[in-house]
């Protein structure tokens, strides 16, 4: 399994950007499929996004398609968010996933390795 962390979450206004970043330990990062979830007060874990090995190929969920994007450097072993045009609705902590599959997953049982996640507040 590879060990993941979270960063770049905090406060920003509706309309704000904001980019987050999942550092990954261990050399084969680049034989991950990494997504990203997050989870609301009271809420299920959803599906927010995820990247293939290159980061050639994306997949995301209709709820942030056209303002979030995924990208990863594996000579950094990271792997990036970058949310625009945030909602309050976008309030939640956020969670990068791992997984060694090659396939896309939207399920959070896809994933075998889990960050600690990062809050994000979006204020109306």
């Known amino acids: 399994q590879v060990q993941l962390v979270e960063s770049g979450g905090g406060l920003v206004q509706a309309g704000g950007s904001l980019r987050l970043s999942c550092a990954a330990s261990?050399?084969?990062?680049?034989?991950?499929?990494m997504g990203w979830f997050r989870q609301a007060p009271g809420k299920e874990r959803e599906f927010v996004g995820a990247i293939g090995w290159s980061g050639g190929s994306t997949s995301y969920a209709d709820s942030v398609k056209g303002r979030f994007t995924i990208s990863r450097d594996n000579a950094k072993n990271t792997v990036y968010l970058q949310m625009n045009s945030l909602k309050p609705e976008d309030t939640a902590v956020y969670y990068c996933a791992a997984h060694g599959r090659s396939w896309f997953s939207s399920r959070p049982s896809g994933y075998d390795s889990w960050g600690q996640g990062t809050q994000v507040t979006v204020s109306s």
């Open positions: 261990g050399r084969t990062f680049s034989r991950y499929y």
